[in-house]
């Protein structure tokens, strides 16, 4: 059993215990659930720098990257900083995320919001939109055509974009439909854990311009967004090289900074 793999088993047990807990109609009752969202893609569109800064304490190749930094500090300076969206992760046991982090995140900044989780259930979108999320992810290589297809159409109803992830051709063509709004590839080999730009290049000419390109993993510098943007990419979703930082934000913004 490789690590996606355990993820999602254990991702399965999580929402079962949840769903007997807390149904989802509590969520209908919450805050966020009506609040209007804003576009990542949209923004991604009209920006020079397409940057997507995450808030991620570990991961299961790198262990702790920060256990230090605060989601508030992090969110409102990430918006200081310029950048386009951040992505929070939810997940607690692989990446010691939390749902709290993306109500604080929402609290503390405008920016949209990319909840970062491995959804396997309608139940985690409703979730998602009840905490404050404007964009969910939904990753190709755990998911069948028609959960795509659920998954994507539910989040559209609830006004939430859609970012879908693959890392591979086969994975992108099971997956291109139109209640996406942006394909996302993943340069990391969920398998292996190695990262090579290689991939977001040759996948770039297989997705249709209707989406927005985002490219994710491995980039850590100036060059490597140089290198892809002639390749379409839009958006860059860059976790590790902002947090493994004493000051992610800082970070941010001197990138952004180099970048323009």
Same mark, same amino acid.
């Given at each position: 059993?490789?690590?996606?793999?355990?993820?999602? #088993?254990?991702?399965?047990?999580?929402?079962?215990?949840?769903?007997?807990?807390?149904?989802? %109609? =509590?969520?209908?009752?919450?805050?966020?659930?009506?609040?209007?969202?804003?576009?990542?893609?949209?923004?991604?569109?009209?920006?020079?720098? +397409?940057?997507? =800064?995450?808030?991620?304490?570990?991961?299961?190749?790198?262990?702790?990257?920060?256990?230090? =930094?605060?989601?508030?500090?992090?969110?409102?300076?990430?918006?200081? #900083? +310029?950048?386009?969206?951040?992505?929070?992760l939810t997940d607690e046991i692989y990446f010691g995320g939390t749902l709290d982090d993306l109500i604080i #995140?929402? %609290?503390?900044?405008?920016?949209?919001?990319?909840?970062?989780?491995?959804?396997?259930? %309608?139940?985690?979108?409703? /979730?998602?939109?009840?905490? +404050?999320?404007?964009?969910?992810?939904?990753?190709?290589?755990?998911?069948?055509?028609?959960?795509?297809?659920?998954?994507?159409?539910?989040?559209?109803?609830?006004?939430?974009?859609?970012?879908?992830?693959?890392?591979? %051709?086969?994975?992108?063509?099971?997956?291109?439909?139109?209640?996406?709004?942006?394909?996302?590839?993943?340069?990391?080999?969920?398998?292996?854990? /190695?990262?090579?730009?290689?991939?977001?290049?040759?996948?770039?000419k297989l997705i249709p311009n209707d989406f927005v390109k985002v490219s994710e993993s491995g980039i850590s510098?100036?060059?490597a967004i140089k290198e892809l943007q002639p390749y379409g990419y839009q958006g860059f979703l860059i976790g590790?090289?902002?947090?493994?930082?004493?000051?992610?934000?800082?970070?941010? /913004? /001197?990138?952004?900074?180099?970048?323009?």
């Open positions: 059993m490789n690590i996606l793999d355990k993820i999602v #088993a254990d991702k399965h047990k999580e929402v079962n215990l949840k769903k007997k807990l807390i149904p989802v %109609e =509590a969520f209908e009752l919450l805050p966020f659930f009506d609040r209007k969202t804003t576009s990542l893609s949209k923004k991604l569109k009209s920006s020079h720098t +397409g940057i997507i =800064a995450e808030f991620k304490r570990k991961s299961p190749s790198k262990s702790i990257i920060n256990n230090t =930094a605060n989601v508030e500090d992090v969110s409102f300076g990430y918006e200081k #900083a +310029g950048v386009c969206g951040m992505s929070v #995140a929402r %609290e503390n900044c405008n920016l949209p919001l990319l909840r970062k989780e491995f959804i396997i259930d %309608e139940y985690q979108i409703l /979730e998602a939109k009840a905490f +404050g999320a404007d964009v969910i992810l939904l990753i190709a290589a755990i998911l069948t055509k028609k959960e795509i297809k659920q998954f994507s159409e539910l989040a559209k109803s609830l006004k939430l974009d859609v970012l879908l992830e693959v890392h591979n %051709e086969e994975e992108l063509h099971k997956s291109i439909m139109p209640s996406l709004d942006m394909i996302g590839v993943n340069n990391r080999n969920l398998k292996t854990f /190695e990262v090579s730009l290689e991939t977001s290049k040759s996948l770039s510098t100036i060059e590790e090289n902002f947090m493994k930082t004493k000051n992610p934000s800082k970070s941010a /913004e /001197e990138f952004i900074k180099s970048l323009l």
